[in-house]
């Protein structure tokens, strides 16, 4: 009896561990299933911006990382201020195969304003891939040679000083206010639809300055027809170093806007590990690292956890700097 007992529980314990091997093969099977096809990533910005080189860069490098040969292809949906683009994946499956290439004004500005269908942590972050400051630029036959010059005058000038940005609200916008906050002197807004308006405006003499990223101006700098007074933010750009940042002449704002990776709240775990992984050996391809130079932009690579943070804390500072703007209550 006491045989047939033993030979049962043997029996049952093959059985059992059979079904668990059994089981962890499947899900093993499962995790390198991902991908088995094309991953689209949505850019909700015009072909040719800053936010779309960047995607197409970082996917180009993501195709050769990628499990099973697997590529992805970028997908221009602009409109709606980039809320068009996001708001369609937040409305996709959380499968793995719809991401986005986003910004701080799709996924931290917008949702202040109360006019999307998502909020900052509506999505899964899944990493920054930059952190690029904006610069104060004006016509390089502008009056000031310097930042402190154009301080002087502005405070000594109260709305006098116009400059452009694409739009109200936009980052440009709301680093300008901030500077008139913490400056404690008055500019004036001229909103534009996109940054070559409003860079075309102040080449045109229309405006007196504009607040723009690097790779939005670059050329116009080469040219010798643009000249920069300023950096917004804490990231110096390549050729860029002797640009003073706000902080260095004890002005209290500190604006860097980032660029990352987002997918639809509830992808698996292993997904989004595949996907981190793949950003993160294609931001240190040197491929990537020398495109990005020719931009004079510098990778800033963050994870899923340390992403969502930025946004959620930049969420609230565009909060904050909207009530100052009175373009929220």
């Given at each position: 009896m006491k045989k047939i007992v033993s030979?049962?529980?043997l029996v049952c314990m093959?059985?059992?561990?059979?079904?668990?091997?059994?089981?962890?093969?499947?899900?093993?099977?499962?995790?390198?299933?991902?991908p088995n096809k094309p991953i689209r990533m949505i850019v909700p910005y015009?072909?040719?911006?800053?936010?779309?080189?960047?995607?197409?860069?970082?996917?180009?490098?993501?195709?050769?990382?990628?499990?099973?040969?697997?590529?992805?292809?970028?997908?221009?949906?602009?409109?709606?201020?980039?809320t068009i683009g996001i708001t369609e994946v937040f409305k996709s499956k959380p499968d793995g195969y719809t991401i986005a290439m986003t910004t701080m004004g799709a996924n931290s500005i917008q949702p202040n304003l109360g006019k999307t269908v998502y909020t900052?942590?509506?999505?899964?972050?899944?990493?920054?891939?930059?952190?690029?400051?904006?610069?104060?630029?004006?016509?390089?036959?502008?009056?000031?040679?310097?930042?402190?010059?154009?301080?002087?005058?502005?405070?000594?000038?109260?709305?006098?000083?116009?400059?452009?940005?694409?739009?109200?609200?936009?980052?440009?916008?709301?680093?300008?206010?901030?500077?008139?906050?913490?400056?404690?002197?008055?500019?004036v807004h001229v909103p534009f639809e996109g940054n070559g308006p409003a860079i075309t405006a102040l080449l045109g003499g229309h405006v007196m300055g504009t607040n723009v990223q690097i790779s939005d101006i670059k050329s116009y700098i080469e040219s010798g027809e643009v000249r920069v007074l300023a950096n917004t933010g804490h990231n110096k750009n390549k050729g860029f170093e002797?640009?003073?940042?706000?902080?260095?002449?004890?002005?209290?704002?500190?604006?860097?806007?980032?660029?990352?990776?987002?997918?639809?709240?509830?992808?698996?775990?292993?997904?989004?590990?595949?996907?981190?992984?793949?950003?993160q050996k294609s931001i240190d391809d040197p491929k990537t690292q020398e495109k990005f130079n020719s931009l004079s932009v510098e990778?800033?690579?963050?994870?899923?956890?340390e992403f969502q943070k930025i946004i959620t804390e930049d969420y609230k500072m565009s909060g904050e700097i909207l009530k100052l703007a009175g373009l929220i209550k």
């Open positions: 030979l049962i529980v093959l059985a059992i561990t059979g079904c668990s091997q059994s089981q962890s093969v499947a899900q093993e099977k499962e995790k390198s299933d991902y015009a072909a040719g911006g800053p936010t779309d080189l960047t995607a197409r860069v970082i996917a180009a490098q993501m195709s050769t990382y990628l499990p099973n040969g697997q590529s992805v292809v970028v997908e221009n949906k602009p409109g709606g201020a980039a900052h942590d509506s999505f899964q972050a899944v990493a920054q891939i930059l952190s690029q400051p904006h610069y104060l630029v004006v016509r390089a036959d502008a009056p000031w040679e310097t930042f402190d010059e154009w301080l002087e005058y502005v405070k000594k000038n109260p709305n006098e000083f116009t400059y452009s940005t694409a739009g109200t609200g936009n980052t440009g916008h709301l680093v300008m206010e901030a500077l008139n906050d913490a400056a404690g002197i008055k500019t002797d640009i003073p940042f706000f902080t260095e002449k004890n002005i209290d704002v500190d604006i860097s806007v980032y660029t990352g990776i987002i997918a639809p709240k509830g992808i698996p775990q292993d997904v989004l590990e595949t996907l981190t992984t793949a950003i990778t800033d690579f963050a994870g899923s956890d």
